[in-house]
């Protein structure tokens, strides 16, 4: 429970912080949980309590909290150039190292790299590319975007726009222009007696059935994770993006993979879209792009967008856009140092290697009565509370299961993220086995714990 003294963390964070993303009656109820540092993939409080971050922060500290090569890069860089942008044709050397870095490992054999502070702006950045190239190309009415309900792609008036969340409606969002299909959850939007297969069938149609609407001529691109992260780590139908891929090449329209949370190893592979079979025109990095260590984004462009964009942006003499900590030379040395530790070191290896164990960890919590799907890839997982599991009724909304779920889990010094009516685990990639055993026996107490006490 929270301390209510005057001078208290919980009180001081009260007082001067304003908070996002955040269930505000657990803040009221037991205050925030202020921390101090971290070792390996620990997190200690200012109580000196450690908590099992089996979210690592916020899908990106893979690497840990104290990897002594990522500070050292940071420190190493910070003495020898501390910061510059991007901007006038001007730039680091670590800069221009990373874009080399990005097109070697990305699936493309030539391309080239805008950097920015954050996913959020890399997709926001992404659109207003595409709308630049349309007016360039002599479309200025191409402007529509699509993505799916329930992705997210961001927080920006663009990028939330992207993202199909409902609580988005209290800023007057999406703006016109953006356009959103079904979620591929083939657990939660499949019809009765509709097969895996079928499904998907029904995911393409729907988009063919969406352009024959909007005009192919008016759309701008489609925007997907690999797999959605925010939504609740929902993978997508088999054979979904093969199928949706050869709809959008039907009618010219580009595919850009946002792969903030699944590039860099969340899923296995390198990216998402080599997990998935599909080759993408752009991808938008960040989280594990420097492991959590720098804010960062990045647009990596294929080559047939490298070009167009090229030529577009040579017609005026400039690309007028850019952000003041573009390309920052000490961002650019940790992300290189975070694809080689992760890439290099054994860390990709590791999701690899603890795969199975986490996908048994999952089905073992599925036989609760109260979870009706348990679901991931590499190492993103996420259990889903349900009321009736035969018919997949959830639980009531007041109720907050998953949000007293992730609570119980603190009580017992595991940190886990409640989303919707799922709690989703996204552990480090330094994480052992042992401490993966820990991580799943802390859900299961509380997963007991709570459906004890609703169900």
């Known amino acids: 429970m929270r301390d209510d003294s005057p001078n208290s963390w919980e009180a001081r964070a009260d007082a001067h912080s304003f ?11 037991r205050g925030a949980v202020i921390l101090t540092h971290g070792h390996g993939p620990y997190v200690t409080d200012v109580h000196g309590r450690d908590y099992l971050d089996a979210n690592s922060g916020l899908w990106n500290m893979v690497a840990g909290f104290d990897h002594p090569g990522l500070a050292e890069a940071a420190k190493a860089q910070y003495d020898r150039f501390p910061g510059y942008h991007a901007f006038f044709g001007r730039m680091s050397d670590q800069t221009v190292m990373l874009s080399e870095k990005l097109i070697e490992v990305s699936p493309y054999a030539r391309g080239k790299v805008f950097y920015t502070n954050s996913g959020s702006e890399a997709n926001d950045t992404m659109v207003k590319m595409l709308w630049f190239l349309a007016g360039s190309e002599g479309q200025p009415q191409r402007r529509k975007i699509i993505t799916r309900k329930n992705a997210y792609h961001g927080v920006t008036a663009v990028s939330a726009s992207m993202t199909g969340k409902p609580y988005n409606e209290v800023f007057g969002l999406p703006l016109d222009g953006f356009i959103h299909l079904t979620c591929p959850h083939y657990w939660r939007e499949g019809r009765d007696g509709e097969s895996e297969a079928q499904f998907t069938a029904r995911m393409a149609q729907e988009l063919e059935d969406v352009i024959a609407r909007e005009g192919a001529d008016t759309i701008a691109g489609f925007f997907a994770e690999p797999v959605m992260g925010a939504g609740g780590v ?23 993979s946002d792969e903030v949370i699944c590039g860099f190893g969340r899923t296995g592979e390198t990216w998402g879209c080599e997990a998935y079979d599909f080759m993408p025109d752009a991808i938008i990095s960040s989280k594990n792009l420097t492991a959590g260590y720098f804010p960062m984004g990045a647009v990596i462009l ?39 530790v992760i890439l290099n070191e054994g860390l990709i290896d590791n999701v690899r290697a603890l795969t199975p164990k ?19 890839k590499g190492l993103m997982g996420a259990v889903e509370a349900v009321r009736d599991k035969a018919s997949k009724t959830p639980f009531e909304g007041h109720l907050s299961v998953s949000e007293r779920i992730a609570n119980t889990c603190t009580d017992h010094g595991l940190i886990c993220r409640p989303l919707g009516q799922a709690v989703v685990l996204c552990p480090a990639f330094i994480m052992t086995e042992g401490q993966m055993d820990e991580m799943f026996n802390k859900l299961e107490s509380a997963l007991k714990q709570v459906f004890a006490e609703v169900a």
């Open 302 to 340: 294929g080559p047939e967008l490298t070009d167009k964009l090229q030529a577009a942006s040579d017609a005026i003499e400039e690309f007028p856009h850019g952000y003041t900590a573009s390309g920052h030379p000490v961002g650019c040395a940790v992300a290189l140092k975070a694809i080689d």
């Open 358 to 376: 986490f996908e048994a960890g999952l089905a073992y919590l599925a036989e609760n009565p109260n979870i009706g799907e348990a679901r991931g």
């Open 19 to 29: 908070y996002g993303f955040t269930d505000l009656p657990t803040i009221n109820d």
């Open 234 to 256: 929902i993978p997508p139908s088999e054979g979904y993006f093969p199928a949706m891929q050869a709809v959008l090449k039907k009618h010219g329209i580009p595919l850009i």
